[in-house]
């Protein structure tokens, strides 16, 4: 089933229920039906609206059916109550850039079926229930991609880039983009960054190319970029995602302008940088409870090893990320006050990018750099759903899947917070803890 015609098929359903709410009476339509409704809760639904107090979300077949306060809500006979009170309904968290499938622990190289479901299940344990994994996609995914995946409750959706898009020449990278194409794949993905003057990098020539191609064929491109020179360029050539920081040096008004003309989406990856230089020393998240109930001593060993750490400190890669880091945060700061949307993501599942938990570190990164919990959690659920094209996920509202999360304190108070998972759901189901 293509991806327009999964997207009729269920909103079909949503319009047919509705019309027989409207035949048959709303108290006779809920009479035969069976609803589970969370009450009590302060809702947060993901759009930047105030919070809800004392809140009901009512849910039926994986979506939501209502939301709002207890006073407002009607509850039908036969629902199934769910007492959250005191606690906080979230969107569930949405990781706009991620890598799923390849690494298992620290250890690249073990792509297959079950590890991207496992590593789809530790993303959800964390909060985490949807990834955009943005390239290194073989054909195992497909199968699992979200559009295909209706049913699983216990494990991340996921949307998948392919292979990331390369070539020599533009009829080589075209070649690329008609595979991925074939394959099956939700977006498109190239790199114009050369690494710190340590491999080449994409010309204009071939990029443009790609890009056209990919729009041709109905695809939004995501593209890893570093400096501002090339942002400028990637954005005058059409692309729909700004896949990392600009770190070389402060953006500028003419890249702010261009940004919000061409309503491209801009997604910092923090983590990725704290990830270059973080360990050449023991971190402190090591210990962390939040941390170790996924990821045990046995993995990270090899992190603590002296030598592996001495090399750290004498690379100059991982030097000249960390001095670079302050800029990409002044620059998301300077983005979001601009008003460019900023998209949630991490760059996790890559070696020692920690799956879920870096999804945390990153909102306390951006916590850092100036952001406001809200502003935050906007990013990573209607932001990261409008942005990337994601249907009927993002914000709690009638029709969309209830994918979310319930935490025993406020993250507008403070968004570690959002550590405090009580539990999470995919289409109304808990996921195992």
């Keep these: 089933m293509t991806r327009k015609a999964f997207d009729f098929v269920n909103r079909f359903k949503f319009l047919f229920f509705l019309s027989l709410v409207v035949i048959m009476g709303k108290d006779q339509v809920f009479a035969q039906q069976t609803y589970t409704a969370f009450t009590g809760a302060t809702i947060i639904d993901g759009s930047g609206k105030k919070p809800i107090p004392n809140g009901v979300l009512l849910l039926k077949n994986g979506r939501v059916m209502a939301i709002g306060t207890k006073e407002k809500t009607t509850i039908p006979k036969n629902t199934t109550i769910r007492n959250v009170a005191g606690k906080t309904i979230i969107p569930g968290f949405i990781n706009a850039h991620g890598h799923v499938g390849d690494v298992k622990g620290i250890d690249p190289g073990h792509y297959s079926t079950q590890n991207i479901i496992d590593n789809l299940s530790i993303y959800a344990r964390y909060g985490i229930t949807t990834v955009i994994s943005l390239g290194g996609d073989q054909q195992e995914a497909e199968p699992l991609r979200a559009m295909n995946d209706t049913i699983s409750t216990q494990r991340a959706r996921l949307f998948i880039a392919g292979e990331v898009i390369t070539g020599k020449t533009p009829e080589e990278a075209i070649a690329v983009v008609d595979r991925n194409h074939q394959m099956g794949v939700d977006f498109m993905k190239i790199r114009v960054d ?16 790609v890009i056209k191609r990919s729009h041709e064929l109905g695809y939004k491109i995501a593209t890893h970029m570093y400096s501002l020179a090339d942002a400028k360029k990637l954005l005058a050539a059409g692309s729909d995602m700004l896949a990392h920081s600009v770190r070389d040096q402060p953006v500028d008004e003419a890249f702010i302008q261009l940004m919000k003309k061409r309503k491209v989406s801009y997604c910092p990856t923090l983590t990725r940088e ?3 230089f973080v360990y050449a020393e023991t971190p402190e998240f090591f210990s ?5 109930r996924e990821y045990d001593s ?4 090899p992190l603590k090893d002296p030598n592996r750490q001495q090399q750290m400190r004498n690379s100059k890669s991982a030097n000249a990320y960390k001095q670079q880091l302050p800029t990409a945060t002044a620059n998301l700061k300077t ?12 760059d996790s599942g890559i070696s020692t990018r920690f799956m879920g938990y870096f999804e945390h570190m990153e909102m306390e990164m951006m916590a850092k750099a100036g952001l406001t919990p809200m502003q935050i959690i906007v990013s990573a ?3 990261a759903a409008e942005y990337m094209g994601l249907k009927d996920l993002g914000t709690l509202i009638p029709g969309h899947w209830a994918d979310f999360v319930v935490l025993e304190a406020n993250p507008l108070a403070d968004i570690k917070n959002a550590r405090k998972i009580s ?7 808990e996921v195992k803890k």
């Design 288 to 292: 962390d409870p939040f941390f170790t």
């Design 298 to 301: 046995e993995i990270i060993q």
């Design 274 to 276: 704290l990830s270059t």
């Design 423 to 429: 539990g999470v759901y995919i289409s109304g189901k």
């Design 381 to 383: 659920t209607k932001n």
């Design 194 to 209: 050369d690494q710190l003057g340590t491999a080449p990098k994409m010309p204009e020539e071939i990029y443009r190319a």
């Design 335 to 346: 983005l979001s006050d601009q008003g460019v949307p900023i998209v949630f993501g991490t």
